[in-house]
């Protein structure tokens, strides 16, 4: 056990320690002692710095892992395997992940502890909320991730992030046709944009169609899968980036939310 496990636990957190490990093996995934003490961290900085600031309103220990912890890796136990691109993430993949609006942590900081070979970017517009990530990132040791304080917008035009990302993630709340604006312009020609939707996204995913094909996307599928012990469905939308996106997106700063393509 190295230096870092197990270095703080009081009683109440080795009870949780178990809990941590016991949910993800009910979506198939075994931590190691380093991975779950990293996520019991992470819990800890994430409700100490919710104190003072705004990161998230669920707070008690099992939602967070659940709504938080778990639904940020749920897409992994979907088994989607796509065009050369396995998107189970097994243990050894090294993919470049961009996860944009990614507020706490959500759900790169989750992907990159249970897949720690991934290249992370999390990109925020708020940079009180990009301090406390670095935080986070410094105190669980991780590497190979920054985070980086932008509007999607603005570093979408960045050559060194537009379209040379694997897979783009984004749980932020917008529709969809919004989303493949912020999203698709950071992801390379094959590669792919998981969008974190709730259950009913059909008719959603049916009205984005023509932003997305003006992005150079396409729908490739919807995976469906049920946060464990509960009814709570999410539904994962993955577009497979077909050609590259044209200069003039993402259009300036507000205009894809206030304007999304597919009601022009």
């Known amino acids: 056990m190295d230096s870092m496990q197990m270095s703080f636990l009081n009683p109440c ?36 710095k919710n104190q003072v600031m705004n990161l998230t309103a669920i707070t008690d220990f099992e939602e967070v892992v659940l709504k938080h912890f778990i639904d940020s890796v749920l897409a992994a136990s979907c088994s989607v395997s796509i065009s050369g691109l396995d998107f189970s993430l097994d243990s050894s993949c090294s993919y470049s992940v961009i996860d944009v609006g990614t507020g706490a942590g959500f759900p790169g900081i989750p992907l990159k502890i249970v ?30 991730i920054s985070a980086v304080h932008s509007r999607a917008e ?27 604006e912020y999203c698709l312009p950071f992801v390379r020609q094959k590669g792919f944009f998981l969008s974190y939707k709730s259950a009913d996204v059909e008719e959603e995913c049916e009205a984005a169609k023509t932003a997305i094909h003006l992005l150079g996307g396409k729908i490739s599928q919807i ?42």
């Open 13 to 48: 957190d080795s009870s949780r320690f178990e809990m941590i490990r016991d949910y993800f093996k009910k979506i198939g995934i075994l931590l190691s002692n380093r991975q779950t003490e990293q996520f019991l961290r992470y819990y800890h900085l994430l409700i100490e």
């Open 115 to 144: 897949f720690p070979e991934l290249r992370v970017v999390l990109l925020d517009s708020l940079n009180k909320r990009v301090r406390f990530l670095n935080e986070v990132v410094e105190c669980l040791e991780l590497h190979n």
């Open 223 to 264: 995976e469906k899968a049920v946060l464990p012990g509960t009814e709570i469905e999410r539904s994962f939308v993955v577009i497979r980036k077909e050609k590259r996106t044209s200069n003039q997106y993402p259009r300036k700063a507000g205009i894809p939310s206030k304007n999304p393509l597919s009601s022009r």
């Open 154 to 180: 603005d570093a979408a035009r960045n050559p060194g992030y537009r379209e040379t990302f694997d897979i783009c993630v984004s749980r932020a709340v917008a529709n969809l046709s919004s989303l493949a």
